[in-house]
């Protein structure tokens, strides 16, 4: 048994803050977390760690989102605020 385990890591939530400490080999740290990518308007790319609540609410966001710019580039003849 080792005295020393310096195999975990600090997983905190970007949005909640909510921590974890993981094995690095658990399964939580890809079932319970996710790295979102993400680029706003004007292309800049960054990247969040989200737990698994946050990481739901992030969903509907990003999908909706999706429809919206699809709705947009699909209909040329709106001014993209119709739903
Ligand atoms: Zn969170």
Redo the contacts with the bound molecule.
């Keep these: 048994m080792m005295a020393i385990n310096e195999n975990f890591q600090k997983m905190t939530?970007d949005?909640?803050q909510?921590t974890a400490f993981l094995e690095k080999t658990d399964p939580r740290v890809s079932n319970e977390w996710s790295q979102i990518k993400r680029m706003n308007y004007d292309s800049k790319p960054a990247s969040y760690l989200?737990?698994s609540?946050?990481k739901k609410l992030a969903t509907q966001i990003l999908v909706k989102h999706d429809s919206e710019w699809n709705t947009f580039m699909n209909n040329a003849a709106t001014n993209g605020s119709e739903a």
Excluded: A, E, S
């Design positions: 939530c949005r909640c909510r989200l737990c609540d946050c």
